[in-house]
């Protein structure tokens, strides 16, 4: 289920409000360009600045807009082991297909802090879930060993989104963990490596824009034509360097303004890009064929 391009969407604004037609305009474009997946309320949903009302609001529009075409994997993590599972707990009663749990940040737990947590989590609810690691976000990193010993304890946390960028850690991952277990990609760059260890896609932020490309690439990585894959994977990765010339999701939504697909707006902390940085997306969006 867990597998090929699946969006990390950005969630739309309009006069400081969730867009919700854009949203639902966002989703079906996706669909439409061979996305497998799409995962709302994460890193690049802006998940941090939404009301708890906003947050299951913009889930359930998803669920209902995808109606079953892919699956809906609800970003639904927190630092609180208590709000992730109320969180959680909603998801799965609206009917996502699975949930993404970012491990806590900023109180920085130990190893065994990170294992109680999403074990109480996967204990709350019946849906897979997906552990999300991201240490130069959060603060601590979930040890290989860690993930290894919450996929063989608990039957319903089935992958992982790995964005530590270290493919040795991702290797050992697969090696400690069952071969059915997930190991998704959490950096559009590292996307191809990654495949190549028994990697099985990506939860991808170019996507946004560059959907129908993305897919394509681990399409023909699965098909076996590496050298299809490469030229796409070299194609992107200008464009995957841009998007992260600012932070996420910053210039992949100032790309999507530009592009048309959505309004640029962002929630403060989250401002606008420097104008240096901004001629830098404009000139890599033309060069792609994205902007005339």
Do not use: W
């Not at 006069?15 to 966002?26: A, C, H, P, S, T």
């Not at 990697?199 to 590496?226: C, H, Q």
């Amino acid at each position: 289920m867990f597998k090929g391009s699946i969006v990390a969407i950005v969630t739309p604004f309009k006069n400081g409000m969730v867009d919700e037609k854009k949203l639902r305009d966002l989703i079906d474009f996706q669909i439409e360009n061979g996305t497998s997946g799409i995962v709302p309320c994460g890193t690049t949903g802006e998940s941090a600045t939404l009301s708890f009302l906003e947050h299951d609001k913009v889930i359930e529009i998803t669920i209902d807009q995808v109606k079953k075409r892919v699956p809906v994997i609800a970003g639904t993590g927190s630092n609180s082991t208590e709000e992730a599972i109320t969180l959680t707990k909603h998801a799965a009663e609206s009917g996502a297909d699975a949930s993404l749990q970012v491990s806590p940040y900023y109180n920085r737990p130990t190893q065994r802090g990170l294992y109680e947590h999403f074990k109480a989590i996967a204990e709350a609810v019946d849906i897979p879930i997906i552990l999300y690691n991201i240490a130069s976000r959060t603060g601590v990193n979930i040890e290989p060993e860690t993930i290894a010993r919450l996929a063989g304890d608990c039957k319903n946390i089935v992958g992982v989104k790995e964005a530590s960028g270290s493919l040795d850690q991702m290797s050992r991952i697969k090696q400690l963990c069952p071969p059915s277990f997930c190991l998704i990609s959490g950096d559009d760059s590292l996307t191809l490596p990654v495949l190549s260890i028994g990697g099985t896609g990506i939860i991808s932020v170019v996507a946004n824009i560059a959907p129908k490309d993305v897919a394509e690439m681990v399409l023909e990585f699965e098909k076996g034509n590496l050298k299809k894959a490469k030229e796409l994977h070299f194609k992107l990765l200008p464009l995957i360097k841009t998007c992260f010339l600012e932070t996420n999701p910053i210039p992949v939504k100032t790309a999507m303004g530009m592009m048309g697909l959505c309004e640029p707006d962002l929630r403060l902390p989250m401002c606008s890009m420097s104008p240096e940085n901004l001629e830098k997306l404009k000139k890599a969006l033309k060069d792609y064929g994205l902007l005339k």
